[in-house]
């Protein structure tokens, strides 16, 4: 089974702190996600990468960015972390192989003080 | 560029009820359609998923959904529900984004409430 592995499952930071939110796959997936979840509007892309040190900007990058230096780790980073941040984020990896799905890890509930 | 809608924000049924969960989809091109369940404090697990072919496709835990062209539906089905089985459901969308790599476009997700 595909293991995707964030590193905390829940974090608190305050305003203004720069943030890492950590996730890595054992399965030597080609492509990670980063999404964050909110209430009433679903799962929302942040970025994405389809290989190491690639980077793809999704539908709500403002105040993200992230890093891919090794293929099975990804990370997220919220460089000012401020209020309308705190979200549950999640990441989640895909082969590079036709139709397959993504595989999402448990995901890390944030809440920006 | 595609978009999932999921009519219902919350279902209740009670357990040994049938079920159906709505999804409609906006598309251009041939979809590939999934349904992912997420259960209180975890991630999404893929219940199944459509990439052509039979129309009708099985997944875990007893669903079931329907790929209806016509109707741009993609519904979710279990003939008979068990209390384990609340959660919130998402539909999502694939669409290409490079060769082989696809990103999704989730619904708003129903939250399915099972009483006994």
């Known amino acids: 089974d595909v293991k995707v592995t964030q590193s905390s499952r829940y974090l608190v930071k305050r305003t203004g702190e720069k943030v890492f939110l950590e996730c890595v796959q054992d399965m030597d997936h080609e492509n990670m996600f980063w999404y964050r979840q909110d209430p009433g509007l679903g799962l929302r892309l942040i970025y994405f990468s389809y290989d190491v040190k690639m980077k793809e900007k999704g539908d709500i990058p403002e105040g993200y960015s992230v890093s891919r230096e090794k293929k099975e780790r990804f990370s997220l980073i919220l460089e000012s972390a401020s209020t309308n941040q705190t979200s549950m984020y999640l990441c989640?990896?895909?082969?590079?192989?036709?139709?397959?799905?993504?595989?999402f890890g448990d995901g890390t509930r944030l809440s920006i003080l | 560029a595609q978009s999932v809608t999921q009519p219902d924000i919350h279902i209740t049924v009670s357990e040994g009820a049938s079920l159906e969960l709505r999804c409609n989809y906006s598309?251009?091109?041939?979809?590939?359609l999934f349904w992912y369940v997420q259960s209180p404090g975890q991630g999404l697990q893929l219940l199944l998923k459509?990439?052509?072919?039979?129309?009708l496709v099985q997944g875990i835990k007893g669903f079931e959904a329907e790929f209806k062209r016509s109707q741009s539906s993609f519904n979710l089905r279990k003939p008979s529900v068990h209390w384990s089985d609340a959660a919130e459901y998402f539909c999502?969308?694939?669409?290409?984004?490079?060769?082989?790599?696809?990103?999704?476009?989730f619904g708003t997700g129903t939250r399915l409430q099972v009483t006994l």
């Open positions: 989640a990896s895909l082969p590079a192989t036709l139709r397959q799905p993504q595989h």
């Open positions: 999502a969308v694939g669409a290409s984004l490079t060769g082989t790599a696809s990103k999704l476009t």
């Open positions: 598309y251009g091109a041939t979809p590939y």
């Open positions: 459509y990439f052509s072919g039979d129309t």
